[in-house]
């Protein structure tokens, strides 16, 4: 059996600018609904589409300086793609930011969590 090559680190691009990414999270609502019917069966029998819906959670590192506005983020593209040359890249564009938190430990470095909601997802 041949060993197979995995996902592994990322890299996270905001528009160009590479930022210092610990967690991201994507979760996709493909936007289909179930569609009861009424019939002799008593079960539904299909569903409908929908829009679909991507939403990012993001936790990056807080550098001392050159922080992005974090709050601000209209329009964005974000990118992320695996570390080694041969994967595949996603891009998800026109993102918007909807919550912004800060978190402090006493053994970890200080943590932005971000909420984001990007309007398409795209495979380069």
């Known amino acids: 059996m ?7 680190a990322i890299v996270l691009e905001v528009d160009g600018k590479e ?5 991201l999270g994507v979760n996709t609502k493909t936007g289909r609904k179930l ?3 009424m019939n002799k069966t008593g079960r539904a029998k299909g569903f409908a589409k929908g829009i679909s819906e991507y939403d990012l959670s993001v936790t990056v590192a807080i550098p001392l300086t050159g ?3 974090w709050e601000a983020i209209e329009g964005a593209k974000l990118t992320v793609y695996p570390a080694s040359s041969g994967g595949q890249r996603e891009s998800y564009l026109d993102c918007f930011t909807t919550e912004v938190s800060e978190k402090y430990s ?12 990007a309007l398409r997802k795209v495979k380069e």
């Open 106 to 117: 006493v053994d970890n470095e200080g943590r932005r969590d971000l909420k984001l909601q």
């Open 35 to 37: 569609v009861k019917t």
């Open 2 to 8: 041949a060993l197979q090559e995995y996902a592994g």
């Open 19 to 23: 930022v210092e990414v610990l967690d």
């Open 67 to 69: 922080d992005l506005d």
